[in-house]
């Protein structure tokens, strides 16, 4: 079980509350995949609004703009 343990904790970043010891392994399997989906979903929602708040940016000037706000 600590195998899964570690693995929800890389997920998200920190440690788990205690009661989650009471869990299950197909449980804790249960949980890292939905921590795991709701992360690409987020990557995801994130790319697109970054994507729609350039487009306020005329387009000569995206490829700037971007490379100004992220590297």
């Not at 693995?7 to 970043?13: A, K, M, Q």
């Not at 890292?32 to 609004?49: F, M």
């Not at 940016?57 to 995206?62: E, G, H, I, N, Y």
């Amino acid at each position: 079980m600590s195998s899964r343990r570690s693995e929800i904790e890389s997920l998200i970043g920190g440690q788990l509350p205690p009661g989650l010891d009471a869990l299950s392994d197909a449980d804790l399997d249960t949980l890292a995949a939905a921590i795991s989906d709701a992360s690409r979903h987020q990557e995801s929602a994130l790319a697109s609004a970054i994507d729609n708040g350039l487009n306020i940016v005329p387009r000569v000037l995206r490829g700037t703009v971007r490379k100004a706000l992220f590297g």
